[in-house]
């Protein structure tokens, strides 16, 4: 556009008000309806023409159209803008703009923060566009470090196919062929080379000494016969400093998971979670309810650690 355009469109005070809010912020027809006290008629045709002239750009957010400067103006058009909107800024206009302005953002951050008031200490409870623990689990394991890691008791090793994304390896072990059958193939149907699936018993884990960083139980050391002795092997195949995290069911009295689920155990106490991890040689161990459920039969998650000193 020529330089005697941008003049043209600068010279009428309507769009140099909106020019010069829109140098501020982002904003939508409405919130320059509140700001200027105009017709959404009106402020959409000196949009309209703003646009044409490549001065602004708008963006789509559902039913609502934002409007802001465009980034791809010439230096010298923006010279102008700037010239401009700096000799009229003591104007009376300009200066209750930049006021009604100040009172739009401000009630852009009062709507957020009243919101997140009334749901404090609830959040996690209520439903939130987009987040869920499928999107979460994703999210964190991008801060998985390049380390070897055991999943034991792996079943079709769900998150382990999560977790070799971005680990050295990851072994999962299995007593059920089936399940390695399953597991070693949805590996290959990926392409993921470092997942490795593995026929063995918790308690009898087919790996070395010391061969991996991190060892876990999700929701598999209550299938285990003895649960003393699959930690002990965690701690064996473990390398100094590895990590040991289970997750596991709370202690709880619902007696149909032994035939519904093929349970062994119903669940843990935390002080026996706790002894079973220091008895076994682990050192800063913690156990925590990391979930609980709301329907019958109210099951509760716990959450352990420890580290192989």
């Known amino acids: 556009m020529e330089v005697w355009d941008t003049l043209k469109l600068l010279a009428d005070s309507t769009r140099l008000r909106i020019i010069n809010l829109l140098k501020r912020e982002e904003l ?7 700001i200027l006290g105009m017709g959404q008629s009106r402020i959409s045709s000196h949009l309209a023409l703003l646009r044409q002239g490549e001065l602004v750009v708008d963006r789509k957010d559902g039913k609502r159209s934002y409007y802001t400067l465009s980034d791809r103006m010439r230096a010298s058009e923006q010279q102008l803008i700037d010239a401009a909107c700096a000799s009229a800024y003591e104007l009376e206009d300009i200066l209750e703009d930049l006021q009604n302005l100040e009172r739009c953002l401000d009630k852009r951050r009062r709507q957020s923060e009243q919101y997140f008031n009334s749901v404090a200490g609830r959040l996690g409870k209520k439903y939130c566009p987009g987040r869920s623990w499928e999107a979460i689990g994703h999210f964190l394991l ?7 890691i055991a999943d034991l008791g792996a079943g079709e090793g769900v998150l382990s196919q999560l977790l070799a994304q971005h680990a050295e390896a990851v072994f999962c072990i299995d007593n059920s062929p089936k399940m390695v059958e399953f597991g070693s193939e949805l590996a290959r149907k990926n392409n993921i080379e470092n997942l490795h699936y593995k026929l063995g018993d918790v308690e009898r884990v087919p790996l070395d000494d010391e061969s991996v ?3 876990l139980f999700s929701q598999a050391l209550h299938h285990a016969q003895h649960p003393k002795v699959a930690v002990q092997e965690a701690f064996r195949i473990l390398k100094p400093s590895g990590k040991l995290v289970i997750l596991d069911l709370k202690e709880h009295t619902f007696e149909k998971a032994h035939e519904l689920y093929a349970d062994l155990w119903l669940g843990f106490s935390e002080n026996n979670l706790y002894k079973l991890l220091k008895n076994s040689g682990f050192t800063k161990v913690n156990v925590s309810v990391v979930s609980k459920e709301t329907t019958e039969p109210f099951f509760q998650t716990l959450l352990a650690t420890g580290i192989k000193s």
């Open 213 to 215: 960083h991190l060892v």
């Open 142 to 148: 991008h801060l998985t470090p390049r380390i070897k």
């Open 28 to 34: 939508s027809v409405a919130e320059l309806q509140e």
